[in-house]
């Protein structure tokens, strides 16, 4: 099982903060194992930081689905592979909220990462109202069904699912342990009816939704939860050693 912590900037830090993190991180990590650690860069900065991104996955945190023409302003997941990015985000709701990735849109974009061989990490989750109306698990089963259970078996080690409720993402409100190992589980059991219960199992789920230092250890001990998908907490490299440090399976 990969057991993965990831950061994502979003739309933060300027290119020179960015290679200092990168360089310190790689100084705090030098004999850490057991955690794979990633993060999800601004995409200006990814072809300067691969160089510098050593023991550090680089990832885009979008990425377009049509392939090479006319489409200014949008790249394609062969210029990301170019870069030497190892994958992107897919589907995280801020970009499926502002930025009108649909269902369909999403779908092309992990099918776009897969057709270069680049890791997708698949975001789902449901919002408050959604979880307030009882419907968390059809949304989030929804989002999985038309993103990622249609996948055949023979991509599924480039496949990372994060289950991240808006209503936790930079709220400071983080999901209570239950409350995820709980959407973990149900996840973990719809992979299972898609691919087969050894498959599904190594396929890593990760939470995110303000995870930091003084949660990560918690929420990183369920049986379902493989790791975190960490927004505000990533910003530090002192911060984010706090969470890595926090998964039980980092030594
Ligand atoms: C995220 O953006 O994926 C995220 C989990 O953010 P935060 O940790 O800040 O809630």
Not at 117 to 122: E, M, N, P, R, T
Not at 149 to 157: E, F, I, T, Y
Request: glycine fraction near 12%; include cysteine; hydrophobic fraction near 45%.
């Amino acid at each position: 099982m990969r057991n993965i912590v990831a950061g994502n900037w979003k739309c933060h830090k300027l290119m020179n903060e960015a290679s200092a993190w990168m360089a310190d991180m790689n100084d705090m990590m030098a004999n850490l194992q057991g955690v794979e650690v990633m993060v999800a860069a601004p995409a200006p900065y990814l072809g300067v930081l691969a160089p510098l991104a050593g023991r550090v996955g680089l990832l885009a945190q979008n990425v377009g689905s049509n392939p090479a023409g006319a489409h200014t302003g949008e790249f394609t997941a062969a210029m990301l592979k170019s870069c030497g990015v190892t994958g992107s985000l897919v589907g995280h709701s801020e970009r499926r909220a502002r930025f009108g990735d649909t269902e369909e849109a999403v779908a092309a974009k992990v099918d776009a990462l897969l057709g270069e061989g680049l890791d997708v990490i698949f975001c789902c989750g449901e919002t408050l109202q959604e979880r307030q109306g009882g419907r968390a698990e059809d949304v989030v089963f929804r989002q999985l069904e038309s993103g990622v259970l249609r996948l055949g078996a023979d991509v599924l080690s480039k496949v990372v699912v994060a289950y991240e409720p808006v209503w936790a993402i930079g709220t400071g409100q983080t999901a209570t342990s239950a409350q995820a190992q709980e959407m973990h589980a149900a996840i973990r059991g719809w992979m299972s009816q898609a691919w087969g219960e050894e498959a599904a199992r190594n396929v890593p789920v990760l939470y995110g939704g303000s995870c930091k230092a003084s949660n990560a250890s918690e929420l990183f001990s369920q049986r379902d939860i493989n790791g975190g998908l960490i927004g505000g907490a990533s910003l530090t490299p002192q911060d984010f050693w706090g969470v890595i440090e926090g998964h039980p399976s980092a030594h």
